[in-house]
């Protein structure tokens, strides 16, 4: 990845999102010119170790990391500014200098406090087991056209008639959903009238910026957030995001077309996780999956839920390999399956009696499903250290050779703790 100017990457969740996708994006930003987030919003969480240090980033592009790498929050993001401003203070105070390489869309839509109360609201309706931080009620209004876009905020003749226009419906709604709490105008438009003066030099249109930098022959990296089988269109539906999280969902949030792409790389880990509610066909026994849970550190980085882990899916990675255009995968994580001596591998499903290789479209029949297993060997030693492929056992060899022609897409990278060192390319 990267061997080339002019080269435009995007990385993808190949699972339920957590995948590592932070660590790959700070290891690949390292040789990008410019690393741009496309959708998603303070509901994903990465989190990257560099040397002792551990950061949390929800809204920033964890590139901001390197020096180098100018970062842009695309259009398809929904921007809560409360939590970026949060983020970018914490990185000031810890010697991240960000100024000039940072950029917001002019088109991205705001997540406003309103949102929030629909959220909470929402789900006590329908348990989708959302982060509540309102990104589905902001994709909902974006949707239904009555959103407030960055530029919507900055450039608003009359700011007051403009929220107290969308306050009313809100305070409707909320009145229909049974909540007690409302929307105040006053307190919004002080929120976004303090917000407005932070965005505004931060504000451009990064399209034009993504376009004009790679026909300047730079290097850009497209970030996903969360994972294909939360896709609104291709995942567990209704349980997943509000936003396409797939690849074709880059080109739409940065604003360049699908012929600018070079290649996509798909993230991995060397087992599989979930957190939300929505099946999860391999989940382990409660007694494995504990001892995955703890040797993964498998804790929400934006909520601190516990994940539920289970071993790797090759239906759903296979299934993310098509929908993603896959070129390359990049398997996380490998190091936290050092110690087991046996590892199952789901190669499939069975559902009703017949051999399902493919993603059911429903989860009523995904939830009916019976994985098909392999068992392979483990190798029982610690592979934290291993910098190429001779350096793993032979075990472990063989693990990712079988995910590799079960999935079919080539193996990349792999990846054998949190540090940005604990990487092999292949
Ligand atoms: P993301 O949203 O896809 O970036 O994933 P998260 O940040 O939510 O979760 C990934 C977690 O796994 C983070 O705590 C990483 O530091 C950690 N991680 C990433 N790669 C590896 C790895 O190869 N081994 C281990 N042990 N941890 C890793």
Redesign the pocket.
Known sequence: MFDRKNTCVIVV?AQW?????????DVLAERADLVVRYQGGAN??????VGDR?F?LHQIP?GILHGGAACVVGNGVVLDPETFFAELDELGTQGIDVTGRLWISDRAHLVLPWHKLLDQASEKHQQIGTTGRGIGPTYEDKIGRRGVRVADLLGAPDLRALLEDRITRVNAVLGMLGASVRADLEEHIAFATRLAERLRPLTTDTGLLVYRALRDGRRVLLEG???AMLDVDHGTYPFVTSSNTTAGGATVGVGIGPTEIDGVLG?V??YTTRVGNGPLPTCATPDLEERLRT????F???TGRARRCGWFDATVVRYAVRVNGLTGLAV?????LDTFAEIPVGISYRLDDAVCEEMPSDVTRLERVEPVYEVLPGWQQDT?GARKLADLPPAARAYLDRLQDLSGAPIRY?????RRD??IEC
């Open positions: 969740g999102g957590d995948e590592g996708k932070g660590k790959l994006v994903a969480g990465h989190t990257v170790v551990q949390v964890s957030a969360q994972g993230v880990k060397a040797l993964g550190g498998e929400g980085a934006t996380t994580k490998l190091d936290v934290s792999v990846s054998v703790g949190t604990q990487i």
